[in-house]
């Protein structure tokens, strides 16, 4: 049975871990070797989102040896530097998709801003997907790691075992975060899943124009998600209707946009059918298929059928179904391409 915490628990074991953080970072900042290690965190507190948890785990990365320092934050990545970058790799999508290569952790903050100076269209779709498709993978095994995470505290009460006090107080966080209670691990299990890349990177084609949009050159906004918050950051769309106060919703950095639009369709009542149709082909022991997926999308677009039909068209023509099975290679962000002003 999983216990529920209340505000004087949270805020003792709060107070408890801020204690050691406090010891733990005195440590680091006074080590007896005279070596400074940097710290991991084990466990956020907070409600951020994943968007937030990750951005702030890139900070301060260096590129591995051999490649750019693209730490540089006044100046926006350009098609040519990407385009060398990857040759150097010797990333590309036909080799990802031959299984023949990882995919680098290459994270890119934005999306260059001369994409659309891209003469042949081939060449524009290879680069948009080839940047957009680490960050997809990346938010994915975010995700992953919370639902194995999940998974085990299930294991836990259902062999009526205890339960940790910080395995508690993290249960507590995401199901607040998912909309679910804290003792519905089937409904939590629902949510917390990932996208697959084919679907993923099909609709930030669409909804980006291959990262070509307005919104995607000046807000980081890959998935065209709306926002009423004022609080947010977002963009007006050209020939708003008149009385209407929806923007685009704007990010930092592409990963924000990307873990915006995974938490949208796991959490979002208008894709409860998407979340129930991944869980039955979780099931079924298939890998889950983003062409059937799409079929459930109809609500993300004014378009209905034909946005499917669209998203499909997308996922056929430039072979994405053999993008699901790709995987990130190297332990650490290889580089970072920060958004310039």
């Not at 036909?94 to 299984?99: E, L, M």
């Not at 679907?199 to 070509?212: F, K």
Request: glycine share 10%; aromatic share 6%; proline share 4%.
């Amino acid at each position: 049975m999983v216990h529920h915490f209340s505000w004087f628990e949270r805020a003792s074991i709060a107070l408890v871990l801020l204690c050691l953080m406090g010891v733990g970072g005195a440590m680091i900042l006074h080590p007896s070797t005279g070596v400074t290690t940097a710290p991991k965190a084990i466990l956020d507190l907070s409600a951020r989102t994943h968007a937030e948890i990750l951005a702030s785990e890139f900070d301060g990365l260096t590129t591995a040896a051999g490649h750019p320092d693209f730490s540089d934050t006044e100046r926006r990545p350009s098609v040519r530097l990407l385009e060398g970058t990857f040759a150097r790799m010797g990333y590309s999508l036909d080799a990802v998709k031959s299984g023949g290569i990882g995919v680098p952790r290459l994270l890119l903050a934005s999306i260059p801003g001369d994409m659309d100076e891209l003469a042949e269209p081939k060449d524009r779709k290879a680069l948009f997907l080839s940047s957009v498709l680490p960050l997809v993978l990346e938010v994915n095994d975010s995700i992953r790691a919370d639902r194995v995470r999940l998974e085990n505290i299930r294991n836990l009460v259902q062999d009526h075992q205890r339960v940790p006090a910080l395995e508690r107080l993290w249960l507590t966080t995401i199901a607040e975060r998912y909309g679910r209670p804290e003792t519905d691990f089937k409904g939590l299990l629902s949510r917390m899943d990932v996208v697959p890349p084919s679907l993923a990177l099909a609709q930030a084609a669409v909804e980006s124009g291959w990262g070509t949009s307005r919104f995607a050159r000046d807000g980081n906004a890959l998935f065209g998600q709306w926002t009423m918050a004022r609080s947010d950051k977002g963009l007006v769309p050209q020939g708003r209707d008149k009385g209407k106060t929806h923007r685009i919703k704007a990010f930092d950095r592409l990963i924000d946009s990307v873990a915006g639009y995974m938490h949208n369709l796991n959490t979002h009542r208008a894709y409860g059918d998407f979340r129930r149709q991944r869980s039955t082909q979780r099931r079924t022991g298939g890998a889950l298929s983003g062409h059937d997926l799409a079929g459930t999308l109809g609500k993300y677009s004014e378009r209905g059928q034909h946005y499917i039909d669209t998203l499909r068209r997308v996922i056929d023509a430039n072979d994405l179904r053999r993008l699901d099975d790709a995987q990130l290679r190297g332990p650490v962000v290889t580089a970072l391409l920060t958004r310039g002003s």
